[in-house]
């Protein structure tokens, strides 16, 4: 008898995505996508773009008001959309 070297299928796809370099881009747009569920209906309102670079999300919103408060909430923020994505793909949020 031989042993057979079986993995699961999910392993494997995450095994060559992390190889092609494709692992971090998706995460990256999971997050940016996890946005609305994590802050509400009401920030995503208000919300006229987001993008990550170098670990901190950029968000640009059009009410001060709220960038003022979400500033405040920045870290529970941070730890809540690394966790939709069971991932630590952020570090900071910057909001303009």
């Known amino acids: 008898m031989f042993k057979r070297d ?3 299928v999910k392993d494997l796809i995450l095994r060559l995505m992390r190889e092609q370099g494709l692992e971090t881009p ?3 747009k999971r997050l940016v996508e996890a946005w609305p569920e994590v802050t509400g209906e009401v920030v995503a309102r208000y919300t ?3 993008y990550i ?3 901190t999300l950029y968000v640009r919103l059009s009410n001060p ?3 003022a408060d979400l500033s405040m909430r920045r870290q ?3 730890q809540q959309l690394n966790e ?3 991932a630590q ?3 900071d949020i910057r909001f303009g």
């Open 6 to 8: 079986v993995q699961p």
């Open 48 to 50: 006229l773009n987001s």
């Open 53 to 55: 670079y170098n670990q």
């Open 26 to 28: 998706l995460l990256q």
């Open 89 to 91: 793909v952020i570090t």
């Open 76 to 78: 529970e923020l941070v």
């Open 84 to 86: 939709a994505v069971d």
């Open 65 to 67: 008001a709220l960038r």
